[in-house]
């Protein structure tokens, strides 16, 4: 019992520090607000507001944004169906975050399990594993795309293996240079002298160092791959209407562009504010995780990055 | 006229960090005269090079910042010249070299194009440069310079390099060279090459030459007057025999007590019974390079037995090759009577405890990402079966207070330490295992004078108090000369000489060896001078 109090408190001290690390750096700290935001929009909006974003209202077709007189859900326009974009972006925030969060973690997790094989081990897989993510890289991303999504249903499930697929070689080739660079250090010699196995010597010494690469390429692979949906969507091999995604939502509102820029301008800024919170929460976490730099953080954040 | 050739007048620097200003120096003044050798001796932190960074305006401001003092170049302000001025006078008449030749030289460009750049860059035509350029190399010595002048840096030895910079230092003739610490990483035999060199050229140029370095030895050897700082401030200064006779500051008498290689060697043990480690014919080739050719040699229990040889010699191979760090080709390691080579991995890994290892280079040898207590409890994540967890709090404060180190440091990550702080994490760690045996493969040689002795002390008593054996591997010999019990001398991946520390220091009996003792630099101005006549007089170090 007394056990499980102190691990508790020791717990909600760990919070509290990160709490603090983060008020320490202001934009980090709005950054993880609208991602909090772009979170609660995806998991509750389309349980309250689906209805609302597929209604269409003729009367109301590409109604301009901030006016009032048809509605709050009406604050920031209507599409060229007369349907409110609010709710719209709220809702497509689900399927926009589900493929691209999707696409990223896959790519991450299968890219560098491979790669730290890839650069610890001198075996054959190491070559193998290498010859496949030269046969990914030199296959155009965009025709792949096409023929797996014209040969099987074109969902959210699929697209994400498509995107997953194609971005997997960049984890895998950052991960295999840097594990090879990080194997020969020091502390990984001192590590084997010790007797410690391989998987120890993989997790707890080599995996922290290459780490901070990798989220920093996932947070801007982010942004990569929210683009690529909403133009394999484009093509009409991506999401497919009535469902929604920013993506998608930019591109519908490409052809009213010169009359209409709100159609695709705010699904366009919450795409911008979206990977641009990442980025930043990144370089945040960077520099949390990291105890040689930590300090920056610690006396009050004046000079960060 | 100027009274001095260069001189500097309380210069103090301030560095702004983050956790507030830092006083690099403080209040600094010495001077320089033609035709004269002077020596800032100091440990690292010490603000050395700080001045000489001012000279050559290589402070970057911010975050560093000149705040007071006066950098007299023959009777004018360097603080106070244009950009324009000072670059005409950096190169020129102030040249500089620098510790690690490697990365000073611009590896994409050949040795001839950048030392000939630096005349291009004071306006000499093409074919001058060219000739000029020649004549210095042969001048430092490289062997045929014409086909010298076409190859890349890479195609060089560390002591060529460091001629390759001297002959680019001395391009335009300067009236000043500064030195910073040349020779630290190199070789002793060429160490004393390169100094002899540095010599010559300044009698026949008359050139004033400043010399940074934290060797007692390479002041004794060279230098004609020494300036001794401390934390930024200027302890003592004067005739460079006078200071070692006869030290004023206690700082400096510290830090020539501190100097090795003054006590007796150790008595000689008795070499009977069952060695704890025996080293067979071993073998290791990378490619068609054999750095070790079958070497044999065998330690005892509650023995420290070292390995002294140049780089190259199959050193470190050797300790890597034992450890199993590198598969050896051939060649038997017997550990208590079992070959450790063909252990299966799983009784292997039991031995792993038996035999640990120190790395040179704390800093990169303990996890950045890791907390004292995690670097020093995972031996135990390891090996549980040699400490119940409820004990390990209470074990890891034991071994800190044993390496002198503060129970609450535990929670603390390694960038917060010095770097002898750290060395003594490392060994905080290696016993945490409970090893028979610990190979220190250079462990004190990244360590300033004062804090290798204090390392050399502590692994000393815990031999005594632990009984463990060592094997230390070393280049630096006076190390060696107070710390074994039994010197093994190695050269091109063969022993060249094996024996008890007084015979191998006292009596040594191959040429090799006994170049190699000549070529190490004693602090004692008198003796260095004595020990350089031998030198020249039997032609053991051709200069």
Known sequence: MIQTNSSLAKERGRLATVLRLLWADKFACFAALVLLTVVLCAVLGPIWLSDEATRQNLRGRNAPPFELERGLMYILGADQLGRPLLPRMIVAARNTMAVAAGAVICSMVIGSALGLVAGYTRSRWSQVIMRLGDVIMSFPSLLLAVIVLYMLEPSVANIVLVLAITRIPIYLRTTRAEVLEVRERMFVQAARVMGTSDRRIVFRHILPVVMPTLITIATLDFAFVMLAESSLSFLGIGIQPPEITWGLMVSQGRPYLTNAWWLSFWPGLALILTTLSLNLLSAWMRIALDPVQRWRLEMGGRKNG | ?543
Not at chain 2, 252 to 265: H, S
Not at chain 2, 353 to 358: A, H, N, S, T, Y
Request: hydrophobic share 40%; aromatic share 4%.
């Open chain 2, 1 to 543: 006229m100027a009274e001095h050739l260069l001189e500097v007048r309380n210069l103090s620097v301030d560095f702004h960090t983050a956790a507030g200003t830092v006083n690099a120096v403080r209040d600094v003044s010495w001077h320089l005269d033609r035709g004269e050798t002077l020596a800032i001796l100091g440990e690292s932190g010490s603000g050395k090079s700080v001045s000489a960074s001012a000279i050559m305006n290589l402070i970057d401001m911010p975050p560093g910042e000149i705040t007071s003092g006066q950098i007299l170049f023959d009777g004018d302000d360097v603080l106070r010249m244009t950009v324009a001025q000072r670059r005409a006078l950096n190169g020129k008449r102030i040249a500089m070299i620098f510790q690690d030749p490697l990365s000073h030289l611009n590896p994409v460009y050949t040795v001839g194009w950048q030392i000939c750049e630096t005349m291009h860059v004071h306006h000499m035509p093409d074919d001058q440069a060219r000739a000029r350029t020649q004549e210095l190399l042969r001048r430092v010595g490289i062997t045929d310079p014409a086909a010298a002048m076409a190859k890349y840096p890479h195609e060089f030895s560390g002591g060529q390099r460091q001629r390759l910079m001297i002959a680019m230092a001395l391009a335009m003739k300067p009236d000043i060279l500064i030195a910073d610490e040349p020779t630290t990483a190199l070789d002793v035999t060429v160490q004393a090459q390169v100094l002899a060199l540095l010599q010559e050229l300044q009698q026949e140029t008359g050139m004033g030459l400043l010399l940074i370095t934290h060797d007692l030895g390479v002041v004794a050897e060279i230098a004609d007057r020494v300036v001794v700082m401390n934390q930024g401030v200027v302890v003592e200064s004067g005739n460079a025999a006078e200071v070692y006779r006869n030290p004023q500051h206690p700082y400096t008498r510290r830090l020539i007590d501190a100097a090795p290689g003054k006590g007796d060697t150790r008595e000689e043990r008795d070499r009977q019974g069952e060695p704890l480690l025996r080293v067979e014919g071993l073998q290791k080739s990378y490619g068609g390079f054999h750095a070790l050719k079958g070497t044999s040699f065998t330690i005892m229990p509650g023995e420290t037995v070292a390995i002294v040889g140049e780089s190259g010699s199959g050193k470190s191979t050797m300790a890597r090759a034992i450890l199993r760090l590198d598969e050896p080709d051939g060649g038997k390691v017997v550990w208590k009577g079992r070959d450790l080579l063909a252990m299966p991995p799983k009784e292997l890994f039991a031995i792993r405890r038996d035999i640990q290892m120190v790395f040179q280079d704390p800093t990169q040898s303990l996890n950045p990402r890791m907390t004292v207590f995690q670097i020093i409890a995972e031996a135990w994540i390891v090996h549980p079966d040699i400490l119940p967890k409820a004990r390990w709090k209470e074990r890891v404060a034991e071994l800190l207070v044993q390496v002198g180190l503060h129970p609450d440091m535990a929670r603390r990550y390694p960038h917060q330490f010095s770097g002898g702080q750290r060395q003594r994490i490392a060994i905080a760690r290696t016993l945490a295992l409970k090893p028979r045996l610990i190979i220190c493969d250079e462990a004190v040689s990244a360590l300033d004078v004062s804090i290798q002795a204090q390392v050399i002390e502590l692994l000393d008593g815990l031999r005594r108090e632990l009984g463990l054996s060592y094997l230390f591997i070393a280049h630096d010999l006076p190390v060696v000369r107070d710390f074994a019990d039994r010197v093994i001398v190695m050269k091109s991946g063969e022993i060249v000489e094996e024996g008890p520390t007084g015979q191998i220091f006292d009596r040594p009996r191959q040429p090799y060896t006994r170049a190699l003792l000549a070529a190490s630099l004693d602090p004692d101005p008198v003796v260095q001078a004595a020990r350089r006549a031998t030198r020249q007089s039997e032609g053991l170090v051709p200069a």
